[in-house]
Each structure stands twice: as structure tokens, then as C-alpha cells.
Nanobody, 117 residues
Framework: QVQLVESGGGLVQPGGSLRLSCAAS????????MGWYRQAPGKERELVAT???????NYADSLKGRFTISRDNAKNTVFLQMNSLKPEDTAVYYC???????????WGQGTQVTVSS
């Protein structure tokens, strides 16, 4: 089993920035991806960004340029730098760890991000 612990969420004004972190309790063997998803009130959970063990990134088209994902393989940690935040970014953000062939699929508890003035 793997536990994902998220931090960095909170309340921020429009135009502000936040940096989310997610640390896995242990690594999993083989190729995998870590990423962030979000779910706004009344909406389905959607992809924010993912990054593979090898460093390949994938972003939601609407977020590319404002959000940046990165990971530290040695520390089993993934980050999400969020800039120029908008009220529409308000959501619960979830960390995910998934192996290439679906043997492992873990989720964090979620962290609330609220963008409001």
C-alpha cells in the first residue's frame, strides 16, 4: 500500500499563487505517473497535470502555461506550481500515483484550493 499526503492548499486571492506538494509513503516499482486532478462543486473530477518517472509531462490544455508540474523521484514527491489563479480554479485537488499497467492506483485525500477576493 502507498499513502499519499498532500499539502499547500488554502485560500488565495485572484492572481495569486500556490504550490501544492504530495509525498508518497514509498515508491512503487517500475514506470509510473504522478499527477494532480481536481473536482469543483457540481463538476466531475478532471485532469490537471501528470508527470512520468522519466519526466514526461501532460497538462490540461486550458491550464498549460499557468500551472507547472514537477517531481522528485528520490523523495517520491510531486509538486504543482499554480500561478495567476482564477476563481474558476477553486476545487479540491487530488494527488494520484498510477503504474503503467494499472497494478497500482492510489489517491490522496484531497486538499482544498479556494480562489476568492
Amino acid at each position: 500500500q502507498v499513502q499519499l499526503v498532500e499539502s499547500g492548499g488554502g485560500l488565495v486571492q485572484p492572481g495569486g499563487s500556490l504550490r501544492l506538494s504530495c509525498a508518497a509513503s514509498r515508491s512503487i516499482f517500475g514506470a509510473n505517473a504522478m499527477g494532480w486532478y481536481r473536482q469543483a462543486p457540481g463538476k466531475e473530477r478532471e485532469l490537471v497535470a501528470t508527470v512520468t518517472t522519466g519526466g514526461t509531462t501532460n497538462y490540461a490544455d486550458s491550464l498549460k502555461g499557468r500551472f507547472t508540474i514537477s517531481r522528485d523521484n528520490a523523495k517520491n514527491t510531486v509538486f504543482l506550481q499554480m500561478n495567476s489563479l482564477k476563481p474558476e480554479d477553486t476545487a479540491v485537488y487530488y494527488c494520484n500515483l498510477k503504474s503503467t499497467f494499472g497494478v497500482h492506483d492510489y489517491w490522496g485525500q484531497g486538499t482544498q484550493v479556494t480562489v476568492s477576493s
